[in-house]
């Protein structure tokens, strides 16, 4: 008998009723999300998992992969120490992967460290800690014998521990698979790259703050900094309580943009063939309205051309622009 989706997770959670809350969690999210990238290429929700096999073994898989990590780990430090500055020790962390999940984890105290088991034969691994920057590299030996399916099917994330008090840089990049960043409150800059694969930010504060993937979805929550810039295509984008004092820049095609509770002196909301909504913390008169659209409606058109010291600009075709103020 074939599952559905919900019966499938709920199995598959189950199955994996021994590992951490938080790593169960971003498990099922995970394949949640293979699901519906499947779907959105053409696979049923049926036939996506009936190619995972049954839970059970889906479980022992990935149970696998969480029990064979390797760590690599960069320089130790007295446990005692409460902080982790930038210029204490690792000042960069840089990860590149491919077809690997990278998911940020954060702990008390040092030192930086990767978990992740590499497969004999079809991964290599490039790791080392000098200077001050913290470099993992990640890539697979051969795709030629790989499809959009296989590459699916095969569940491989990498975890990225970082003390809480890191503040410093992190560039995160991967490909055909998604990154999940939480709890980070002193990045100097966070960079996070993805290739058809979902981004999602939350709790996070960067000074700045750089989004970019590709026919997938870029979801922030409770984000804040300087700037902030995210950007994907063929996806939507969604920013959820995000103040950045400077600049806000949520651009897509082929998708929606929403906004909630935005904070900033200049926003920008950029898309083609979607909808531009959501709430903006201020006064509508302290702002310059920039808001135009085609085949759809607009709330703004009665504010357009207004001047003010802030600017908010909200663009789209084929779809409507439904913004409002809050106080």
């Not at 005692?80 to 491919?98: C, F, G, M, P």
């Amino acid at each position: 008998m074939l599952m559905n989706a919900n019966e499938f997770l709920a199995v598959l959670g189950h199955e994996l009723g021994d590992l951490a809350a938080d790593d169960r969690q971003q498990i099922l999210e995970y394949y949640q999300e293979l699901i519906l990238d499947g779907e959105e290429q053409g696979y049923s929700e049926e036939e996506m998992i009936e190619g995972f096999g049954n839970p059970q073994d889906v479980a022992k898989r990935v149970r696998a992969e969480y029990g064979g990590m390797v760590v690599y780990a960069g320089s130790a430090r007295d446990e005692e120490a409460k902080d982790y500055r930038a210029s204490d020790l690792v000042h960069t962390i840089q990860v590149e992967a491919t077809n690997v999940t990278i998911r940020v984890r954060t702990v008390e105290t040092g030192p930086i460290r990767v978990l992740f088991k590499p497969r004999e034969n079809r991964d290599r691994i490039a790791f080392s800690e000098e200077n001050g920057v913290f470099c993992f590299r990640h890539e697979m030996r051969s795709l030629f014998h790989l499809n959009w399916l296989n590459l699916l099917w095969d569940f491989s994330i990498l975890i990225l521990e970082v003390p809480k008090n890191f503040a410093g840089t992190m560039v995160l990049k991967t490909s055909n698979a998604g990154i999940r960043a939480a709890n980070l409150q002193n990045l100097m800059r966070g960079e996070f790259v993805a290739m058809n694969g979902k981004i999602a930010l939350k709790n996070v504060h960067a000074e700045e703050t750089f989004l970019k993937t590709a026919n997938a979805f870029l979801d922030m929550e409770n984000v804040s900094g300087r700037r902030l810039e995210a950007i994907t295509n063929n996806g939507n984008v969604s920013a959820k309580e995000c103040d950045f004092r400077e600049g806000i820049l949520l651009q897509t095609k082929n998708g929606f943009v929403t906004g909630r509770n935005l904070i900033s002196d200049c926003i920008s909301m950029q898309s083609c063939n979607g909808s531009i909504t959501g709430t903006v913390i201020g006064n509508i008169n302290d702002y310059t309205i920039d808001s135009q659209t085609v085949n759809g409606s607009n709330n703004l058109d009665c504010a357009s051309g207004q001047m003010g010291p802030k600017k908010l600009t909200a663009r789209t075709t084929n779809g409507r622009i439904k913004i409002e103020f809050i106080r």
